[in-house]
């Protein structure tokens, strides 16, 4: 039996950008991507602690090093720049293995949305 479990997570960063004119997805600094363990096209859940807005949408590889954090498409109607997020990822394990598996959760610098060293 294959279980779900998170895999990745960036705790709180903020919304730099909102794209409503873009085909969906989120963009995301390619440092912070690296640092949770995220590629591009990754799906991710991206929950809003503002408005509780909780949506699914693929990650887009962004600027390394610029912070960036943009909803584009229809997300960029429930976040606004400013909004505090929390970006997830899953994955599917076996019931044995997910039982001592290790996610990978970051904690960036919320006003700058970097990593924190």
């Known amino acids: 039996m294959l279980?779900?479990?998170?895999k990745?997570?960036?705790?709180?960063?903020?919304?730099?950008q909102a794209?409503?004119?873009?085909?969906?997805?989120?963009?995301?600094?390619?440092?912070?991507?690296?640092?949770?363990?995220?590629?591009?096209?990754?799906?991710?859940?991206?929950?809003?602690?503002?408005?509780?807005?909780?949506?699914?949408?693929?990650?887009?590889?962004g600027e390394r090093g610029s912070g960036v954090i943009c909803m584009n498409g229809p997300a960029a109607l429930k976040f606004n720049i400013g909004d505090v997020?929390?970006?997830?990822?899953?994955?599917w394990l076996d019931r044995e293995e997910a039982k001592n598996f290790k996610p990978?959760?970051?904690f960036p610098d919320t006003k700058t949305n970097r990593l924190i060293k």
């Open 3 to 6: 279980v779900g479990v998170l």
């Open 8 to 16: 990745s997570k960036i705790h709180c960063v903020t919304v730099t």
């Open 19 to 61: 794209e409503v004119d873009y085909v969906g997805s989120i963009t995301i600094d390619e440092e912070l991507m690296e640092a949770a363990d995220l590629i591009e096209n990754e799906q991710v859940h991206v929950l809003n602690k503002r408005n509780g807005e909780r949506i699914i949408t693929y990650v887009i590889k």
């Open 85 to 91: 997020v929390i970006i997830l990822s899953y994955t």
């Open 104 to 106: 990978k959760i970051i």
